[in-house]
């Protein structure tokens, strides 16, 4: 089993190494159809990249998609900032993207100073959001309405720092047409949940969310998991060649 096209990867627009063009090459030294260019949106400190910037970004794919001759993607991994599910892009912004990922991650600031102390943003905060059963169900909470009420194509790394519920989320992506992510990077969700996930009839996609040009296309992690289980491509999106079309209606 093989990943066909990598639908997560970084580049230096924010803490990746390699530039658009390394990461294309090194998706097509692999024989991949496709890559996806899906660098933080802008509440990572730091590193996350503004929409102004977006346009650039889009002229850079569109040139080295062209001299290679390859399907490369413009896309955002955007943040899930509060048990409301709120994310760091707006809807005008989005449509200058083709792909639209989102997942929580630990160092993003989120839009409310008091939501620090709903959701665990750093060190400070995981103190106070314990794991609790109403805490698990306030994490859990902010990926439901996330995917619900924001168009979002891969919600990325589901339970990585966050303790969450994953058959409510599955179901959620379910109906929304959202893939679930399983990421090769932080070995997430396990076996267990994998497969809890593919029973709620979510459609999952195994990505590299690498942030070197080298770890392009390797998911060792995630299809090893697929393949345990006994997963095909009619539940994972990526592993055959059958195009993909994702919830906002790209599709490769
Ligand atoms: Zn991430
Ligand atoms: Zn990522």
Redesign the pocket.
Known sequence: MRITADF???TKYSHGTGTVEDNVVAAMSLGLRALAI?D?AERHPLIGVKPSRFDAMRQDVTAVAKEYRFKALLGI?ANILSPLGEIDLLPEDASKLDVV?A?FHLTAYPLRFKDYFKLPFNGVTRCVCRNTAKQRALNTEAFVRAVTEHEIDVL??PGFRLDVELKPIGEACAATGTFVEISS?HETPDIEGTELLASTGAKLIVNS?A?KPASVGKCEYALDVVQKIGLGDDVVVNISDKPVTFRRGFTV
């Open positions: 997560h990867s970084h899906t933080h991994e990922l997942g990325t790394h990077r969310d942030h």
